[in-house]
C-alpha cells in the first residue's frame, strides 16, 4: 500500500518517541525532528509507510550515533515470551482444535509491538496475549492456512516483532521441515534482526534476512536472497501489520496473520475492528 | 512558554485534519502536509505553541483558498451553547455559591474545541459541560479571582472558542461595566473573532481584536491596541490552552480558566489532571 495522509502524523509521533528514547539532549531531539519533518516534507509518495519509516529512523540512527535503541526493549520481550510459552503449550494441549488455538497465539503474539503501539506496556502483555483466546477469529481462513501450510513443500514464514516471534515457534515447529524464517536485515524498532533468531528458539529453520531496515518487506530494498527465497515459496506467511503494509499488493500465495493497530489499516482492509485477530489469505 | 517536542506530532495532526476538512482531492491535501512539514521543519524554538500552528494554518490557507474551514462549526456551537444556557442559569440561580458556578460552567465551556480535541462531539457536549458540577476545583483560586474582579477598574477578558464564549456571558454580564473583551483577529480554528460577538450575546461590552489568526495571544503578532488594552487593564482573565500557552509568562496580574488538554499542559501546569478545572492567577 503506499503511504496515506493519516500515516504522517504517527511516523512523525514515532520519531518524537525515539528521539526522546536516544537522547536527553533537547538539542540532538530537535535535530532529529526537524530532519524527520524535512525528509517528510519530501516524501516519494509511491512508498509504503514502513519504506517511509525507514528512512526515518535512518536519519534517527545517523544524527543520534544510537543504532539499536530498542535492543533492551527486545531482549525483555524475549524473555517475557520465552517465560510464556509453557502455559500456552498446556492450553494447546488442552485444546479441541490445536491448529486454531496455534494460530489464534502466534496472532496474539503481535500485540507486542513499540511501533504501531507506542504505550505498548510489557506488563499487561500477558493478559492481552491470553485474551485472544475468546476473541472473533475466522476460522475458514485458518482452516485455508492449515490446507495450504501442509500441501506447500516450501514455506517462507517472515517474522515481525521480538517476543512475538518466540510464540511464531508453536506454528513454525509443526512444519520446520519446510519452513524458511525471514527477518530484517538490521535494527529497526523492536522487529526481530538475525541477533535475536537463536534467543527466540527459531534456530530450528534455515533463515534469510532483508539486508535492509524497513520494518516490513520491502520489494525495492530488500536483498536479493531474501526476494528470491521468498518469490520461490509455495507459500508465504507473513506476521504484522508491517508487514502487510509491504505486501498487501504481492501477488503470490501468502497468508497474513495480524493484530490491525490502526484506523488505516482497518479501513485498508475493510469492515474490521481495531484490534481484532486478522488471517487474511490472498492468491490461495 | 516555546513550542515542546511533544506538541509538534499533535500541530501535524491538526494539519492532517484540516487538510482533509477543506479538501477531497489527494493533491491539494498533500500539498498543505508537505507545505506543514516543511514549515515546521525550520521551526523557530522561541515561538509559542499556537505561533507556530498560526504558521500552519496561514499555509492551509493560502494553499486550500478556504478561509475559515471551521465556519459551519462554530456558528453549531454557538446555537448549541445559546440552547444550553436556560438551564445553566437556572442552576447557578439554585446554587449556593453562584460565583462558584458560573466559573465551573465558564471552565466548563472551554471543552467545546475543535483544535486541541479534533474529534470533539457537539453530541456529548452537553453531558460535559454538566459533569463539571461535581468536579474538584481550587476554591481558594475563585476567591482571589472574585476578590480580584471585584477590585479591578478594569478587566480585560480574553475569550477563546465559539460556543465557550456563550457561556463566558455568565461571567462577563456581572461585571460589565468593567469589561473589555479581547478575541482572536482573524478566522483560526473554531475560536471566536468579531463575526461571532454578537451572536454569542457577548455584545454588552466593548472588544478589541488581536488583528492576528495566532489561537492565542502572540505578543508578537498582536497589533497595539490590543497589547495596549491588555496592559493597562487591573487584571485580565484568560480562557483556555491557547491563551495560556501563549500568555503563561505575561508578567502582570492574569487568571487562567481552562480545562488542561494535554500531557505538555498537564506537565507544565504541574500534577494536575487531563481534563481537570483550572484556575490559576498569578501575579496577584
Chains 1, 2 share one sequence.
Do not use: W
Not at 5 to 15: E, G, N, V
Request: hydrophobic share 40%; glycine share 4%.
Amino acid at each position: 500500500m503506499k503511504i496515506q495522509i493519516d500515516c504522517i502524523p504517527c511516523l512523525i509521533s514515532q520519531a518524537v518517541h525515539i528521539a526522546k528514547m536516544v537522547s536527553t539532549d533537547d538539542a540532538v531531539r530537535y535535530e532529529i525532528i526537524k530532519k524527520t519533518l524535512a525528509d517528510a516534507s519530501n516524501m516519494d509518495l509511491s512508498l509504503t509507510p514502513p519504506e517511509q519509516a525507514r528512512l526515518i529512523h535512518q536519519a534517527i540512527k545517523t544524527i543520534s550515533k544510537v543504532d539499536d535503541p530498542y535492543l533492551e526493549i527486545k531482549d525483555m520481550s524475549t524473555k517475557f515470551a520465552l517465560e510464556l510459552m509453557p502455559d500456552l503449550r498446556k492450553i494447546i494441549e488442552n485444546s479441541k482444535n490445536k491448529f486454531e488455538t496455534i494460530i489464534r497465539f502466534v496472532i496474539a503474539g503481535n500485540i507486542i509491538d513499540f511501533g504501531a503501539i507506542r504505550d505498548f506496556d510489557l506488563n499487561t502483555a500477558r493478559e492481552r496475549v491470553l485474551e485472544v483466546f475468546d476473541m472473533p477469529i475466522d476460522l475458514t481462513a485458518i482452516k485455508t492456512l492449515e490446507q495450504s501450510m501442509d500441501k506447500a513443500k516450501k514455506i517462507f514464514y517472515i517474522a515481525d516483532n521480538c517476543g512475538e516471534a518466540v510464540l511464531d515457534r508453536l506454528l513454525i515447529e509443526r512444519y520446520s521441515d519446510k519452513i524458511t524464517l525471514g527477518v530484517r536485515g538490521k535494527p529497526i524498532i523492536n522487529d526481530i534482526t538475525p541477533r535475536e533468531i537463536k534467543a527466540s528458539k527459531l534456530d530450528i529453520v534455515p533463515y534469510v534476512d532483508t539486508g535492509d531496515m524497513t520494518p516490513g518487506v520491502s520489494l525495492r530494498y530488500s536483498n536479493k536472497e531474501f526476494l528470491d527465497t521468498m518469490n520461490s515459496a509455495d507459500l508465504v506467511i507473513a506476521k504484522g501489520q508491517g508487514n502487510y503494509e509491504t505486501l498487501n499488493e504481492y501477488n503470490r500465495p501468502i497468508v497474513f496473520l495480524l493484530r490491525a493497530k490502526c484506523q488505516v489499516i482497518t479501513d485498508l482492509i475493510g469492515n474490521i475492528k481495531q484490534g481484532s485477530l486478522q488471517v487474511i489469505p490472498k492468491n490461495i
